[in-house]
């Protein structure tokens, strides 16, 4: 990570540090209903600043740092953030991120995605990297697909959101 925060390039956009100015961008972006239905409850909604000054607090006590700020020069736009494992399942890392509406479909979440995996494979003690994706949501799952991951898995109606019950797909890549 240079001395801006910066951790990762990728164009335009970057994966950096979050900073206590990015609350009001987070909450600009966060607080959507397309973004939250895809996320597990813990992602709150509607989202609001109380919501986004804890989660900067949170992230500032991580260590490792493993939760980062998907940014273009201006402002946050996501996030991105590797959890680490513990017991049996130490050297494996669950990775999970979101994007601003606004800047769907434009790559950004695939280059991110490549990237935060490229880094924690470097940088952390992990052989596995994987993310769990919402039966409804195809959008997350290929650009899974398109970074590199594998489905390695179909958890029948295993998750429930908002009073609806899905499967949860599993993907996976190892070091």
């Known amino acids: ?35 939250s ?51 049996v399942h130490r050297r494996s890392a669950e990775i999970g991120y979101w994007l601003a509406e606004a800047y769907w479909g434009r790559g950004i979440a695939t280059h991110a995605l490549q990237a935060m995996t490229e880094w924690g494979f470097a940088h952390l003690d992990i052989n596995r990297i994987f993310a769990h994706v919402f039966g409804w949501n195809p959008a997350s799952a290929r650009v899974l697909e398109k970074a590199g991951y594998v489905l390695e898995g179909r958890l029948r109606q295993a998750v429930t959101k908002d009073g609806k019950v899905t499967d949860l797909l599993v993907y996976g890549m190892v070091r």
């Open 1 to 35: 990570m240079n001395q801006t925060g910066i951790l990762l390039t990728m164009g335009e956009y970057c994966i950096r540090r979050f900073q206590a100015e990015d609350v009001d961008a987070l909450v600009r972006h966060a607080n959507n209903r397309n973004v």
């Open 37 to 87: 239905i895809n996320l597990r409850d813990i992602f709150p909604f509607p989202y609001e600043r109380h919501d986004a000054e804890a989660w900067l607090k949170e992230v500032r006590k991580m260590d490792p740092e493993t939760a980062f700020a998907i940014a273009t020069a201006e402002e946050l736009i996501g996030g991105i953030g590797l959890h680490l494992q513990s017991d």
